[in-house]
């Protein structure tokens, strides 16, 4: 990404206001942390059949015998914002259209993709080979596997007082290591001069599912923090903290929680009005997260042919550090070419007129070079 698309990020997403549709999304986001699951303004569509190995994949009737087309996908909370946005705002524009989208994070996500009971997946992390081996062996085809968008892991928290928190590596690496262990501790003191920190335990939140998100903070600590051994996955041991059920139940349980700090998607962050650190990069420098700061980490980075782009700690200096994409995971063939060729429009209006709506959220739009990598991609869905 050039720096006139970054400026413009950074102007665009101050010029916009974030909740001109679907006014109830967030309540029912911030509702997952006790359990619910979230579907999109228009009515979830029902579970399809597990396909026999080698069929294509089956698909959802018309909710209530209407005709149409219905679409169900399930996967990371991640993107769900803006896919809850997309998706109305598509059906708002095509009523003959319905996708409805349930955000129960990307391990979640890969697994119903596997199983067929969706149309499509999404998830936050690429699938791993032992995954595209099982859906080779059960669909004798080969998974597409699409970017939609990027977007930044922030630590966010709850400490009154505290407005404009500093992390520098060895602290933010300390915290989620479990070796800083209070908030007046001399590592924080000394990056936040005259700040008021309190003699109080930190309350360290991270998620409880298997997570894209999660997935893509400990590849960040993996490169960052030379103590990390916890690996890299969508679940891991955690050394500390407690644990939330998605990028929603993460945001709530910071919110609800004083002293709190934990790893979120920025736009959550972002619309519930959380506080969120600046964090020290590779380059050392301390970066507020922002869309252009996320964008940053992507510049001049090269994709691979799988479009499967990891940019676990970017050397830019201008880059918020830990940043990725995010992608959908689409069956090549199917029963229903209908359901198919509408499933492709709405991911082609997604990426082209879907484009301000990412930036309004605080996502980070692809450039216009991977896009025509993704729709090559995608004209193999048939």
Known sequence: ????????????????????????????LLALSVGLTVSSCTP??????TPKAGEPTPTAPVAGGEKGISLSG???????????????????????????????????GVEQFLAGTVEFGATDAPLKPEER??????YTAEPIQI????????????????KDLKLSRATYCGIVGGTIKKWNDPAISKANAGAKLPDQAIQFVHRSDGSGTTYQFTNHLKAACPTWTAGVNKSVSWPVG???????????????????????????GKQIGLSM??????????????????????????VPADLALLVPDSANPAA???????????????????????????????????????????????????????????????
């Open 1 to 28: 990404m050039n720096d006139r698309q970054i400026k413009q990020l950074t102007s665009e997403e101050s010029a916009k206001s974030v909740n001109r549709s679907c006014p109830t999304v967030w309540t029912a």
């Open 44 to 49: 979830k569509s029902p579970d399809i059949a």
């Open 74 to 108: 399930a996967g990371a909370s991640f993107p769900a914002p803006l896919y809850q946005r997309w998706f109305a705002d598509y059906n708002k524009a095509n009523p003959g259209t319905q996708i409805s989208y349930q955000s129960v994070g990307s391990g979640a």
């Open 133 to 138: 081996a099982k859906f080779k062996t059960k």
């Open 147 to 162: 970017p939609m968008t990027g977007g930044s892991v922030v630590f966010a928290y709850n400490l009154d007082g505290v």
């Open 242 to 268: 407690t644990g939330a059920k998605g990028n929603e139940g993460i945001a709530a349980q910071i919110q609800q929680t004083p002293n709190s700090i934990g790893y979120t998607e920025y736009s959550y």
């Open 277 to 302: 650190a600046s964090i020290e990069n590779k380059a050392g420098k301390i970066i507020t997260p922002s869309p252009a700061a996320g964008a940053a980490a992507f510049s001049g980075e090269k």
């Open 320 to 382: 918020y550090p830990i940043s990725g994409l995010t992608w959908l995971l689409l069956y090549p063939q199917s029963k229903d070419a209908a359901k198919q060729t509408a499933l492709k429009a709405v991911v082609e209006w997604s990426l082209s007129t879907g484009k301000a709506t990412a930036t309004e959220l605080g996502y980070v739009p692809l450039e216009d070079e991977l896009v025509t990598k993704v729709k090559a991609e995608l004209a193999k869905v048939k």
